[in-house]
């Protein structure tokens, strides 16, 4: 497969949804809304249900099928109403000691004026630094788009995992075309520069596991997806409920602070230490 | 209780002489004629229509620095082609011609003192690939900013950025998040962070560290935002009234404290280091 075939895979229409596994994981799930300071941001869900007999926190960029569905979902962009929501109901489950999941499909937050005016670039930068003070276990994965900073702002957690046809990248492949040739026609590439599919992201350490897809991928069979991601999902919280969480937090901090390891180990990078 | 007096030298507006750098034969904001001693001795600001002009970490670092205080730091970390890319230039040979015109990576850290105060300094250089945070700047910021937390140094930051470096791919984006961990430490250590953020502070720059600061900086007429605005006119095809994403247009929305002239800004950390000592 090319790598834009992969990236069509990631974007396609008929691929299992946010919502499609947080209902197979949690059937008693109960969506909860709202950032308490001005709006809901449809593109982000978020709720808590039983996974595993415990009470969990989902948080999932939400895209939409039909074109109603998708302008709903704002093709699951966040605004940053989005990241307050899911600072919100990480705070709900670190005062109730509640575990999250948190699935990542998205092109990116949404390039916008309101969101500009309201504030996005803060918004982002504050889920980012505060999902490293949320006191119980986190659990991320990729299941489609993982775009830039509007990923990584749901992305901070104690493991990340990707489905093998989802991709992660700094940039999607159409604005990375537009900032290094101001054209972003030129998006097949930007897409094999970027080194974005799961195998070339766990090559460069910054995914825990690739999970496999069932036969003809995700799409071709939503429920052997949900239990291929449930399984990964929980065999990677497992180990975290039992940790105390301070040392979780700095198992945390570490994950991110040295996730380069493999390039700035190399002895021209300079000294590690003083 | 007693009020104590605290009659205050006027702090100069440079720690040290700044370089000469290139510039324009006319002020590209009113077409006067640039005269370059005079645009020196006033922190490259316009005298005429107050243009700010833009600097590389070069001059920042004299700007703010005490004269003879600055220790730079880790500049020998270097960044590699990890993606193997190619175009529309290799990446390698784009970071070794960068190096070799005197250039050190889109941020250059490291300690002196602003007034007397001691601090940590980081200005980011936007002629090093559009100053965009990379692996190497990631490093030199989150580990400045541990010692700073740890030490209990105030830090204080310069940013002029594109946003994340493409060229290393999601490692580039994973910077925002072993910066903003860090940026975490601060905060928890209640160390002050003083951010500065001048033109352009764009992308994973501002979706990071920039935006974070205790007290946050601009300079007048400074663009600051996520989404650059022909990505923004691509997306939605808006019409984006003037000024908008400007450092004015951030005070109003409520993302900095306060927009302030060049001339004035060294004085005024020199005042905030004070207030928060």
New interface residues.
């Given amino acids: 497969m090319s790598v834009w075939e992969i990236v069509e895979l990631a974007r396609h229409p008929d691929r299992p949804y946010s919502l499609d596994y947080i209902r197979r994981l949690a059937p008693d799930f109960i969506e909860l809304h709202g950032d308490r300071l001005s709006a809901d941001d449809p593109a982000l869900v978020g709720g808590i249900g039983t996974w595993h007999g415990r009470t969990t926190v989902f948080l999932g960029h939400q895209k939409g099928r039909t074109l109603k569905e998708r302008v709903a979902r704002n093709w699951g962009m966040m605004h940053p109403e989005g990241y307050r929501k899911a600072l919100r109901l990480a705070r709900h489950a670190a005062k109730f000691g509640f575990p999250i999941v948190s699935l990542i499909d998205t092109p990116g937050?949404y390039?916008?004026?309101g969101?500009?005016?309201?504030?996005?670039?803060?918004a982002?930068?504050?889920a980012?630094?505060?999902w490293?003070?949320i006191r119980v276990p986190i659990v991320a994965a990729v299941i489609g788009e993982g775009g830039?900073?509007g990923a990584?702002?749901m992305?901070?957690a104690d493991r990340v995992i990707m489905l093998e046809n989802s991709i992660?990248?700094?940039?999607s492949p159409e604005?990375?075309a537009?900032?290094?040739?101001?054209d972003?026609t030129r998006k097949v590439?930007a897409a094999e520069?970027?080194?974005?599919t799961s195998r070339e992201?766990i090559g460069?350490g910054?995914v825990e596991e690739v999970v496999s897809e069932p036969p003809g991928s995700a799409s071709a069979d939503y429920d052997a997806a949900a239990t291929a991601l449930d399984e990964a999902l929980y065999r990677h919280m497992q180990p975290l409920l039992a940790q105390p969480a301070d040392e979780l937090l700095q198992h945390?901090?570490d994950r991110?602070?040295y996730?380069?390891s493999l390039?700035?180990a190399?002895p021209?990078?300079?000294?590690k230490v003083d | 209780m007693a009020i104590i007096e605290r009659p205050r030298e006027k702090v100069a507006i440079q720690g040290g002489e700044l370089p000469e750098i290139l510039l324009p034969t006319n002020c590209p904001g009113c077409g006067i004629g640039v005269d370059v001693s005079e645009l020196r001795a006033h922190n490259y600001v316009c005298t005429n229509c107050g243009h700010h002009f833009r600097l590389g970490a070069d001059v920042w670092i004299p700007l703010i620095a005490d004269d003879g205080t600055w220790q730079e730091r880790?500049e020998?970390?270097?960044s590699?082609d990890?993606?193997k890319?190619?175009?529309?230039k290799r990446y390698q040979e784009v970071v070794e011609e960068l190096l070799a015109e005197g250039l050190n990576e889109s941020v250059r850290t490291g300690t002196c003192t602003l007034d007397g105060h001691p601090i940590w300094l980081a200005a980011f250089d936007f002629g090093f690939v559009g100053g965009t945070l990379s692996?190497v700047a990631?490093?030199r910021l989150?580990r400045g900013m541990e010692q700073a937390a740890s030490a209990g140094i105030p830090y204080v930051l310069v940013s002029a950025s594109?946003g994340?470096?493409?060229q290393?791919?999601?490692?580039?984006?994973?910077?925002?998040?072993?910066v903003?961990?860090?940026?975490?430490r601060l905060?928890a250590a209640g160390v002050p962070y003083f951010s500065v953020l001048t033109d352009p502070t764009f992308?994973?720059t501002?979706?990071?560290?920039?935006?974070?600061g205790d007290i946050n900086i601009a300079e007048p007429g400074a663009a600051?935002?996520?989404?650059g605005p022909?990505?923004?006119k691509?997306?939605?095809y808006?019409d984006?009234p003037p000024g908008?994403?400007s450092a004015e247009f951030q005070l109003a929305?409520?993302?900095v404290d306060m927009v302030l002239p060049r001339t004035e800004l060294r004085p005024l950390l020199a005042h905030l280091l004070e207030l928060h000592a």
């Fill in positions: 937050a390039p916008g004026a969101a500009e005016e309201r504030g996005i670039a803060a982002i930068a504050t980012i630094m505060e490293f003070e830039s900073g990584l702002g992305g901070v992660y990248s700094v940039a604005a990375a537009s900032i290094v040739w101001r972003n590439e520069q970027l080194q974005l992201i460069m910054v945390r901090y991110f602070r996730i380069d390039i700035s190399e021209h990078f300079g000294p | 880790w020998d970390v270097r590699h990890l993606l890319w190619t175009v529309p692996i990631g490093e989150a594109g994340a470096r493409m290393e791919g999601v490692l580039a984006l994973m910077q925002l998040a072993k903003n961990a860090a940026v975490g905060h992308g994973g501002a979706a990071s560290l920039a935006l974070l600051i935002g996520f989404t022909r990505v923004i691509q997306a939605t808006a984006l908008f994403q929305h409520g993302q």
